[in-house]
């Protein structure tokens, strides 16, 4: 794919506009920092607090649901696009935005009075399916410098699970301050690169306003959070996610797909990876837990920004290899291998992270609780015998 873009695909991008639309952004984060200072305080009002428990990675009851006015503004501003571009109506509105409202609103809910798991999943499967009805699902996936991937027949069933492994991917990573908000940051900048690549405008601005209200977001986000996102602002962010990476048509979808997950990596892979460990420990990985990477590099003493920053480089490395692979000036030899990049650092990651906690106090104390029952049970066994 040639790195420059025709200008053909931005006829409306005159003078003006070239203002207008980052002055929008700008607005967007802005308006979006206020509103979530008057929602501290509303929260707090109201009582929809998050109190601390031992599963918590906050010591003081803190202000949730402050994803409202990041869901607002990004709609608000995102909706200006279908006025502008009215081909983009239906792939906006029905594909992006009403869906992933729908999950805000389920979100929103679940925050103040929490909702069964499965009724939950249900909500999001049908989400899934109006997003994919609309949009189309990804049929196949190219690979720079080895070839193009068919999905066939699983090309609807892999769409749908994107999609809901999404919603639920960017939910569990909202648990650590300044950590959901800030990789919203990253993955919306590369994606609007890839848009102006792609010459699609709706792919360059609705991820603009995405990023700027995670952004205004988290002014109070940022350790120590005064308020959380909640599963409103999570969920939204997921699906929002999920839909834009359909976003671009045929040919283009297949092209970026690649490079926009391996933007998307850290977030994807450690709730993953936590999950497939916690089934193969017999654990439900629906109950609450602080066995992700990042609680573990919180319990074993890292800062929480610090943790949000390491995500985000290892973002930003992902991201820049799966730009590199659209470059024409990259040769199939070295594109062919870019894509190893990520597994090379999310086997970096697992490795250190186990290591450094096994090394801690908190991993010690982890140890000593999990042989506990096993303790407990050997004078039972014995009497039995």
Same mark, same amino acid.
């Given at each position: 794919?040639?790195?420059? #873009?025709?200008?053909?695909? $931005?006829?409306?991008?005159?003078? +003006?506009?070239?203002?207008?639309?980052?002055?929008?952004?700008?607005?967007?984060?802005?308006? &979006?920092? +206020?509103?979530?200072?008057?929602?501290?305080?509303?929260?707090?009002?109201?009582?929809?607090?998050?109190?601390?428990?031992?599963?918590?990675?906050?010591?003081? *009851?803190?202000?949730?649901?402050?994803?409202?006015?990041?869901?607002?503004?990004?709609?608000? @501003?995102?909706?200006?696009?279908?006025?502008?571009?009215?081909?983009?109506?239906?792939?906006?509105?029905?594909?992006?935005?009403?869906? %992933?409202?729908?999950?805000? @609103?389920?979100?929103?809910?679940?925050?103040?009075?929490?909702?069964? /798991?499965?009724?939950?999943?249900?909500?999001?499967?049908?989400?899934? #399916?109006?997003?994919?009805?609309?949009?189309?699902?990804?049929?196949?996936?190219?690979?720079?410098?080895?070839?193009?991937?068919?999905?066939?027949? %699983?090309?609807?069933?892999?769409?749908?699970?994107?999609?809901?492994?999404? +919603?639920?991917?960017? =939910?569990?990573?909202?648990?650590?301050?300044?950590?959901?908000?800030?990789?919203?940051?990253?993955?919306? &900048? $590369?994606?609007?690169?890839?848009?102006?690549?792609?010459?699609?405008?709706?792919?360059?601005?609705?991820?603009?306003?995405?990023?700027? /209200?995670?952004?205004?977001?988290?002014?109070? =986000?940022?350790?120590?959070?005064?308020?959380?996102?909640?599963?409103?602002?999570?969920?939204?962010?997921?699906?929002?996610?999920?839909?834009? %990476?359909?976003?671009?048509?045929?040919?283009?979808?297949?092209?970026?797909?690649?490079?926009?997950?391996? @933007?998307?990596?850290?977030?994807?892979?450690?709730?993953?990876?936590?999950?497939?460990?916690?089934?193969?420990?017999?654990?439900?990985?629906?109950?609450?837990?602080?066995?992700?990477? $990042?609680?573990?590099?919180?319990?074993?003493?890292?800062?929480? *920004?610090?943790?949000?920053?390491?995500?985000?480089?290892?973002?930003?490395?992902?991201? !820049?290899?799966?730009?590199?692979? !659209?470059?024409?000036?990259?040769?199939?030899?070295?594109?062919?291998?870019?894509?190893? #990049? #990520?597994?090379?650092?999310?086997?970096?990651?697992?490795?250190?992270?186990?290591?450094?906690?096994?090394?801690?106090? /908190?991993? /010690?104390?982890?140890?000593?609780?999990?042989?506990?029952?096993?303790?407990?049970?050997?004078?039972?066994?014995?009497?039995?015998?």
């Amino acid at each position: 794919m040639s790195d420059a #873009v025709d200008a053909r695909l $931005f006829p409306t991008f005159d003078s +003006i506009e070239s203002v207008l639309w980052p002055g929008l952004a700008l607005a967007v984060f802005v308006v &979006t920092a +206020i509103l979530v200072d008057v929602m501290i305080i509303l929260a707090t009002r109201w009582h929809i607090l998050d109190l601390p428990s031992r599963r918590s990675a906050h010591s003081l *009851p803190t202000a949730r649901a402050g994803g409202v006015p990041m869901v607002a503004t990004s709609v608000i @501003a995102s909706a200006m696009v279908c006025a502008r571009w009215p081909d983009a109506t239906v792939p906006v509105l029905c594909g992006l935005i009403g869906p %992933a409202l729908i999950v805000a @609103a389920v979100g929103f809910v679940d925050d103040i009075r929490p909702l069964r /798991a499965l009724l939950r999943l249900f909500i999001q499967i049908g989400v899934a #399916v109006a997003v994919v009805a609309v949009l189309g699902p990804l049929r196949s996936v190219v690979f720079p410098g080895i070839g193009t991937l068919d999905l066939g027949p %699983a090309a609807w069933p892999l769409s749908l699970v994107w999609v809901v492994g999404m +919603i639920n991917a960017y =939910n569990f990573m909202d648990g650590s301050d300044g950590m959901a908000a800030t990789g919203a940051i990253v993955i919306t &900048t $590369f994606l609007c690169g890839l848009g102006f690549l792609v010459g699609s405008p709706v792919l360059v601005l609705v991820p603009a306003f995405l990023g700027a /209200a995670a952004a205004g977001f988290l002014v109070f =986000n940022w350790a120590p959070a005064r308020v959380f996102m909640g599963d409103v602002g999570s969920a939204y962010l997921g699906a929002a996610l999920a839909a834009l %990476a359909l976003v671009p048509d045929g040919a283009s979808r297949a092209q970026v797909f690649l490079p926009m997950l391996m @933007a998307m990596w850290p977030y994807i892979f450690d709730p993953f990876l936590t999950v497939l460990r916690r089934v193969a420990a017999g654990q439900n990985p629906l109950v609450p837990h602080r066995e992700f990477l $990042f609680h573990r590099l919180v319990r074993a003493g890292w800062s929480h *920004p610090s943790v949000a920053l390491l995500y985000a480089a290892l973002a930003v490395a992902g991201g !820049l290899a799966g730009r590199l692979l !659209l470059s024409d000036s990259v040769t199939p030899e070295v594109r062919r291998w870019l894509p190893f #990049v #990520v597994p090379v650092m999310a086997a970096g990651l697992v490795a250190y992270v186990d290591d450094h906690f096994r090394r801690s106090p /908190a991993g /010690a104390l982890a140890r000593a609780a999990a042989s506990a029952p096993r303790l407990a049970a050997a004078p039972e066994a014995a009497k039995a015998e």
